[in-house]
C-alpha cells in the first residue's frame, strides 16, 4: 500500500482467466493485467510507475512462454510451444515484484515529485489456465491383420 500518499494498491486482475491456443498460433495470444487502485488520482506518473511493478510467470516455459515489452509491462504476449497433456493446463501469474517498494513520481496536477511506499506482499498475484493444442503434421495408416480365420483386414 501507499504511504505518502491517498492511494493503495489492492489487487491484480487479468482480462482473461481461460485462454485455449495451439502450437504456433498467428497472431499469439496477449493477456493484460490491470493494478486496481483505491483513491487513486487520475495521475498517469504514478500509474505508470506502478505498472513497473509487475511480473509474469509461466509455471511451464516449455509449454508455453511468455514475452513482456520493458516499456509496458502490464502486456504478455503467450508463446505456446508445445501441447499440453490431457486435462493439462499452464499457469500463467501476474503479480507485484518485492516486499517492499519506493519510487518517486511527479504529481500532474501540482508539479511536485512525490513519494509512494508500500509493500506488494499484500497484494494476491492474479492467474490463468492456458491450454495449447497441437494439431498432427500428418497421419497414416498401417494394415494390420486381425484374425486369420476372419480374413479380415484394416
Do not use: H
Amino acid at each position: 500500500m501507499l504511504r505518502d500518499n491517498e492511494t493503495k494498491i489492492i489487487g491484480i486482475a487479468l482480462d482473461q482467466d481461460y485462454v485455449k491456443t495451439e502450437v504456433g498460433a498467428n497472431p499469439k495470444p496477449v493477456l493484460k493485467a490491470t493494478v486496481m487502485l483505491d483513491g487513486a488520482e487520475e495521475n498517469q506518473g504514478l500509474i505508470d510507475e506502478i505498472n513497473k511493478l509487475i511480473r509474469w510467470e509461466s509455471s511451464d516455459r516449455n509449454k508455453v512462454s511468455i514475452d513482456v515489452k520493458a516499456s509496458d509491462r502490464t502486456v504478455a504476449t503467450l508463446n505456446p510451444r508445445q501441447a499440453a497433456n490431457v486435462g493439462e493446463e499452464v499457469v500463467i501469474t501476474a503479480s507485484l515484484t518485492g516486499k517492499d517498494y519506493s519510487f518517486e513520481y511527479v504529481d500532474e496536477k501540482t508539479g511536485e515529485t512525490k513519494i509512494c511506499k508500500g509493500s506488494a506482499i499484500e497484494v494476491e498475484p492474479a492467474t490463468a489456465k492456458v491450454f495449447v493444442k497441437q494439431y498432427a503434421d500428418d497421419i497414416w495408416f498401417t494394415k494390420t491383420e486381425l484374425g486369420e480365420a476372419d480374413g479380415v483386414f484394416l
